[in-house]
Structures are given as structure tokens and as C-alpha cells.
């Protein structure tokens, strides 16, 4: 997965109404829930919310279904697995296993004293 497309998520994310929304249907599952639900369980006006589902949509993390005349909304697991799997892949672990095996230096040992 590329930087860029993982900051166009991330930044999705980063708006208190969208990560109500992606969390619930995340919480959902991948049959998610009609547009009009999302409003009714989080209070947030039809207009405003399909500004927010559109934003989400864009950066991949969820999609929408037509249903007769409903849109079903989910969210994309796999987009999201990839994202936690390039977070993960970047983390903590790696950076230890880089470090672990870099020889000890007499100057390395005087700096953690």
C-alpha cells in the first residue's frame, strides 16, 4: 500500500462524525446499514452525512451498495486489513530488529549511562 493512499484514510478518519460512522459499520458487518439508518443512530442530518459517507467512500474505506431504492453503506474490510497490516509492518518490532542488529559501539554503551 502506497503513503499517500494511507494518509487519504487516515485523514478520513480524522473527523470526529466520519469516525463515528466507520466505526459503526465496522461494528455492522459487511452487510452494513441503509444511509438513513446511520443518520437516525447518530443524530447527524442527511446532508451533512452523505458529505461524510462520501469522503469515506473516496478514500476507499468503505463502499455503497444499491438496494432497490436504498444505499446500503459497509465498511471495506480488506481496505482495512491492508491499512492495519502497513501500520503493522511499519512498527516497533522492525525498528527493534533494525537496531538489535547494529554492532555496539564503546560510544553507543557511554550514551544510554
Avoid: C, W
Avoid at 20 to 32: K, T, Y
Avoid at 51 to 64: D, K, W
Amino acid at each position: 500500500m502506497k503513503a499517500s493512499k494511507v494518509l487519504k484514510m487516515l485523514s478520513a478518519l480524522a473527523q470526529e462524525n466520519r469516525l463515528a460512522v466507520f466505526r459503526l459499520l465496522i461494528q455492522e458487518g459487511p452487510d452494513g446499514l441503509p444511509a438513513g439508518t446511520i443518520a437516525d443512530i447518530l443524530q447527524i442530518q442527511p446532508a451533512t452525512l452523505s458529505f461524510h459517507l462520501s469522503q469515506l467512500s473516496n478514500a476507499g474505506l468503505i463502499e455503497p451498495e444499491k438496494d432497490g431504492r436504498v444505499v446500503r453503506y459497509a465498511a471495506k474490510y480488506k481496505s482495512v486489513k491492508k491499512l492495519m497490516t502497513y501500520l503493522n509492518d511499519n512498527s516497533y518490532k522492525k525498528r527493534q530488529k533494525a537496531v538489535m542488529r547494529e554492532p555496539i559501539t564503546e560510544d553507543a554503551e557511554s550514551e544510554e549511562e
